[in-house]
């Protein structure tokens, strides 16, 4: 089904947003985010998706550091306005970690909110939960996870943050097999170098 046409038949989304440099890594080397072009309006644009979210989807390396940092900024009372409302979303909101080797903890702190599936069950639970349309499935990052879903079909919408930056080598946004996609919005993120690309996919 056309992603355009999931709403009006009930159904919620598999949004992907994943910053780039202009030659298309999501990380430098060694999974390194910190030669990564990020800008303030990063944690906005991510905001405004936490905000459409009923779940959230990672891979097993980028949930760890995302909830990691989030629960610290979480309890940060010199931490803005912004910066905690995105606290909120991450630390509460229900989580699936698609991973196979990822282990449960009953004394994690995040326990209560995250469910850990591995890889093989990952595209029938996304497909339930699309399907119960409370809200879209966000995932940010873990490129090595919504690649295989993107072949799948089981993306929705992606969404491309190009930085301003030339890395030369890392982790490249996309590396399956051709997916057919849709351009529905070329903008420059406000009070920033940032263009976001969004994309429909289209099989």
Known sequence: MPAGELYAHGMSRLVVSVLTSLDGYFQGLDGDLS?????????????????????????STWFTENWDFWSKVAADASANRREHDIAHFVTTLPKIVISDSMAADSGAPWTPTTRIIPRSAAPAELTRLKEQSDGDVVMFGSATTWNPLLELGLVDELTVLVGPALLGAGNKLYTGSRAGLHLTDASVLSRSELVKLRYLTTG
């Open 35 to 59: 030669v990564m072009p990020f800008q303030d309006a990063f944690n906005t644009h991510n905001l405004e998706l936490l905000s459409t979210a009923g779940t959230l989807a990672y891979g």
